[in-house]
């Protein structure tokens, strides 16, 4: 009989004990529910749209970190001593949360620095430039090397340069940089527009310029629109780079760089505005990519190799080129370049080498395959007497070019088919010629035969026009490179 109570009341202190546990339970529940969404994603939401709120409202959200706090799937309940395992997303720093405006007339340069300074401390995070607004955004630099690594950019609105002379100070090499970065991405469908207009016209064209637009012109350094610089793993995929007041995308100093599905887009007329400019960077990878600009579409500089460049559309502009190398007696290197399958219209050239007189070092393994050109002046250039003032020296050592191939190039030209002008102390050798048909298309300007000196190596014939003057075999002056002039 006492055994009967002692059990029945442990029963009941159980069922207490079990009740009370459940209490808590459902109070942890509710607690978890108020502290996610829906109240959570309504502050969140009305904060990324009231934009013409007070600034006080979004200042205490400038850590960012409610946005890791992420609600579990409304479906499931949220089991004790799990939450932890469900993963966090990305971290999401959007630049109107740090006080920007997106107005396109306030500068927003000091939201972007804070809006950077946090996403840089975070692995995998994500800086949002969210689409529909306009950013006014000074001279600014996304630098490394302390941040967390594979970070996003991800670019849906539009970022304008300042248009003031206020803003260069003296004079910027660049406008957007990102430097020492290990894993960058850029991606979006948003604009990065340069203004660049100001820069690109002559004092005479310019009838009513405003105070500004004049002592801008005195600026004498022109800034490159992006400017990536020793960094690795980087991405450039879906945004708009336009009307950049000099070259639109700069890699320096970079390794393994993808550029795909993006636009380049300038008028013909823009002095000086290059497309891709890749400098001492290798494993590049540049495709389904449209130019437009006012200087070359991608121009490779010294300190290259294996850079592969296909499905690219060019023009108008001055095309793909390798070079100017060697300027002031300087050693240059580039090796295992990759170029095919380009449209390139409306150019001064098509596919292009060139070097100064007077400098050292070597370009070698260039293959430039399945070209189309339309209404290109000279579709294939190679000049080792580059020039751009009215004369330059005449010198005997050049950077030596070897190993140069053209296969399958169609299509039309104004002035020239084929420039191929060598050094005479350093002949261009091993160049070779399969598949050429280029046919003139009649215009004002007088038409040339094909151009050779001291270029030597293998013709594939037929070719249209016949390129006769291609020297076969090696140059007898088999130049012994010094040491400098090795790569
Ligand atoms: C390169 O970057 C991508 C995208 O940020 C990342 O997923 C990948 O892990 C990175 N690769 C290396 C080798 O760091
Ligand atoms: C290319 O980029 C645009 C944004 O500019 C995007 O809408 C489109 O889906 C991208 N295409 C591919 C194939 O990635
Ligand atoms: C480039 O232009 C072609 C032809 O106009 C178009 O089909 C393609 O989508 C464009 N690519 C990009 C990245 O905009
Ligand atoms: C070629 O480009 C120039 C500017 O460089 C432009 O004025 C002209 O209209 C273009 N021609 C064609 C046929 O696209
Ligand atoms: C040449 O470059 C390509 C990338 O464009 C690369 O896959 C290949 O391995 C390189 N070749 C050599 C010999 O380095
Ligand atoms: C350089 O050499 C070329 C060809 O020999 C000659 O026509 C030219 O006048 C020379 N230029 C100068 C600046 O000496």
Same mark, same amino acid.
């Given at each position: 009989m006492r055994l009967k109570c002692f059990v029945l009341l442990l029963f009941f202190l159980v069922l207490l004990l079990c009740t009370k546990f459940d209490g808590c339970e459902a109070r942890n529940q509710r607690h978890r529910k108020s502290k996610l969404s829906p109240s959570a994603m309504a502050r969140k939401k009305g904060r990324h749209t009231s934009v013409g709120s007070s600034k006080g409202d979004r200042d205490d959200h400038g850590d960012g970190r409610d946005n890791q706090l992420n609600p579990p799937p409304s479906s499931q309940p949220p089991y004790p001593g799990t939450e932890h395992q469900v993963p966090n997303p990305a971290a999401m720093f959007s630049v109107l949360d740090y006080g920007a405006n997106g107005d396109g007339v306030a500068d927003d340069t000091k939201a972007f620095e804070a809006a950077w300074a946090a996403a840089c401390k975070v692995e995998g995070s994500v800086l949002i430039v969210p689409a529909e607004f306009e950013f006014l955004v000074g001279p600014i630099s996304f630098s490394g090397p302390s941040c967390g690594p594979n970070?996003?950019?991800?670019? @849906?609105g539009t970022i304008l340069a300042p248009a003031d002379s206020r803003s260069w100070g003296s004079g910027l090499l660049w406008w957007i940089e990102f430097t020492k970065l290990q894993g960058i991405t850029i991606r979006g469908s948003g604009v990065i527009e340069g203004r660049g207009s100001i820069w690109w016209t002559s004092t005479e064209s310019n009838v009513h310029p405003s105070d500004d637009e004049l002592s801008l012109k005195l600026v004498e350094i022109k800034p490159t629109a992006l400017r990536f610089y020793g960094s690795y793993n980087v991405t450039i995929t879906g945004i708009t780079i336009q009307n950049s007041p000099q070259c639109h995308l700069k890699f320096d100093n970079c390794e393994a760089v993808q550029v795909f599905n993006m636009t380049i887009n300038s008028p013909g007329t823009s002095l000086n505005t290059d497309g891709i400019h890749l400098q001492n960077s290798r494993d590049v990878m540049i495709h389904h990519t449209n130019m437009s600009c006012g200087d070359d579409c991608v121009s490779i500089q010294t300190g290259c190799t294996n850079i592969n460049i296909h499905s690219v559309d060019c023009g108008p %502009?001055? %095309?793909?080129?390798?070079?100017?190398? %060697?300027? @002031?007696?300087m050693k240059a290197c580039v090796s295992n370049i990759t170029v095919r399958d380009i449209n390139v219209h409306n /150019? /001064?050239? %098509?596919v292009r080498i060139k070097t100064w007189q007077g400098g050292s070092g070597s370009v070698q393994s260039v293959t430039f395959s399945n070209i189309r050109v339309s209404e290109v002046q000279t579709p294939i250039v190679i000049d080792q007497f580059y020039c751009d003032r009215s004369s330059c020296k005449n010198q005997t050592s050049a950077v030596a070019l070897s190993g140069i191939a053209y296969e399958n190039i169609r299509g039309t030209y104004t002035v020239k088919p084929v420039h191929f002008a060598c050094s005479d102390a350093s002949p261009c050798s091993d160049i070779s010629i399969t598949g050429i048909e280029l046919q003139p298309l009649q215009e004002q300007y007088h038409m040339y035969e094909p151009f050779c000196w001291k270029a030597f190596g293998e013709l594939y014939p037929p070719t249209v026009p016949p390129i006769v003057c291609l020297q076969s075999g090696k140059p007898a002056s088999n130049r012994i490179l010094s040491d400098h002039g090795m790569c």
């Open positions: 970070i996003v950019f991800q670019l @849906d %502009g001055h %095309g793909i080129s390798i070079g100017g190398l %060697g300027r @002031d007696n /150019t /001064t050239n %098509g």
